[in-house]
């Protein structure tokens, strides 16, 4: 265990992460990149972007609370520093995240209102379900919430909307490009570690179980309140439309798991997002040993 933990030293994070992709960035992105003028300069494309980066805020802060709150949890001193490291990470993600909110015209005094007014309800409920795990100390259940489910929907959702905003918007999408890379690390470290961890404790898997498919359930219902109903879909296409505009081409939006976004409609796009992380989630935990619980369908 500590041989494979080796690959998640204090060191390796230095040399990669600190020392690596991020080296020179401000806030995850290129110094002096601002956020265009398309954004700014239009109300729904501005609001739009603060409703995403505050579900990105939640779902930072759940992760920080998260990894920190299992170090003291954990059964031994190499995993207690891996999980140091992603603290670390999880609180660079909420600092850039939030300095986005700022960037976006959202004024300090006004954070913590701006959270609650966009916060979407299930993905309090999503993070209310993992940190129950941590708070009572239960480690394997509590990595497993966070390292495969919450980092494995995160890594998914970054890649989607990175896709779109490579070219409308490089700054955002240099922020979410360090995101990425520290989720992969994330993720990697869950199944590799709970695996052999699960091999000792079996009597765990269920308690597991439970947790994943209610936490599949508020992911998915916090995907339906982004997309479904005829508000969103034509918020979407107003989206579109300015977008289209100030670039004066039919831009393509963005390509992702062999879709052009720009083609979707918002159906299809939930579903695509959906279906995408659910096939994650299934094989990630049939590689530690976990039955997959298909859960309810919002």
Same mark, same amino acid.
């Given at each position: 265990?500590a041989?494979?933990l080796?690959?998640?030293?204090i ?7 600190a020392q690596?992709?991020l080296?020179?960035? !401000?806030?995850?992105? *290129?110094a002096?990149? +601002? #956020?265009p ?5 239009? %109300? /729904?494309l501005r ?5 995403v980066?505050t579900?990105?805020?939640v ?5 920080l ?8 949890a954990?059964p ?5 520093r891996?999980?140091?490291t !992603?603290?670390?990470? *999880?609180?660079?993600? +909420? #600092?850039?995240f939030t300095q986005?909110?700022y %960037? /976006?015209?959202?004024k300090?005094p006004?954070?913590?209102s701006?959270l609650?007014e ?5 993905l ?6 993992l940190?129950e795990k941590v708070?009572?100390?239960h480690f394997?259940?509590?990595v497993?919430? !966070?390292?495969?489910i919450?980092?494995?929907?995160a890594?998914?959702v ?5 896709a779109?905003?490579q070219k ?8 979410l490009?360090?995101t ?7 993720v990697?470290f869950g ?9 000792q ?7 597991i179980?439970r947790?994943?498919k209610?936490m ?16 969103n ?6 989206m579109?439309r300015?977008?289209?505009a100030a ?8 390509t992702?798991?062999?879709?052009n976004?720009?083609?979707l409609?918002?159906d299809?796009m ?5 279906n ?5 989630f299934?094989?990630?935990?049939g590689?530690i ?8 369908r919002?």
């Amino acid at each position: 265990m500590a041989d494979f933990l080796s690959g998640y030293s204090i060191q390796y994070w230095l040399e990669s992460c600190a020392q690596g992709y991020l080296e020179e960035t !401000q806030f995850g992105h *290129e110094a002096g990149v +601002v #956020e265009p003028a398309l954004v700014l300069g239009d %109300d /729904l494309l501005r609001e739009q972007a603060i409703k995403v980066t505050t579900q990105l805020v939640v779902g930072e802060r759940c992760a920080l609370s998260a990894s920190s709150g299992l170090i003291n949890a954990a059964p031994d001193e190499a995993a207690r520093r891996f999980l140091a490291t !992603q603290t670390l990470d *999880e609180a660079r993600h +909420v #600092e850039i995240f939030t300095q986005r909110l700022y %960037d /976006l015209g959202v004024k300090k005094p006004d954070l913590e209102s701006t959270l609650r007014e966009h916060a979407n309800p299930n993905l309090v409920k999503f993070a209310e379900t993992l940190l129950e795990k941590v708070e009572n100390k239960h480690f394997i259940p509590g990595v497993v919430g !966070q390292n495969i489910i919450l980092e494995g929907m995160a890594f998914s959702v970054f890649e989607m909307i990175y896709a779109g905003n490579q070219k409308l918007n490089p700054k955002f999408a240099q922020t979410l490009s360090g995101t990425i890379a520290d989720e992969r690390r994330h993720v990697g470290f869950g199944e590799n570690y709970i695996g052999a961890l699960l091999k000792q404790h079996p009597e765990k898997k269920p308690e597991i179980e439970r947790m994943q498919k209610e936490m599949s359930y508020y992911m998915l219902a916090t995907f339906a309140d982004q997309f479904r109903g005829d508000e969103n879909r034509a918020e979407m296409d107003e989206m579109r439309r300015a977008a289209r505009a100030a670039a004066g081409e039919e831009a393509p939006e963005g390509t992702w798991q062999g879709a052009n976004l720009a083609d979707l409609d918002p159906d299809e796009m939930e579903g695509l997002l959906s279906n995408t992380v659910l096939g994650e989630f299934k094989t990630r935990l049939g590689r530690i040993g976990i039955d997959y619980q298909t859960p309810s369908r919002p």
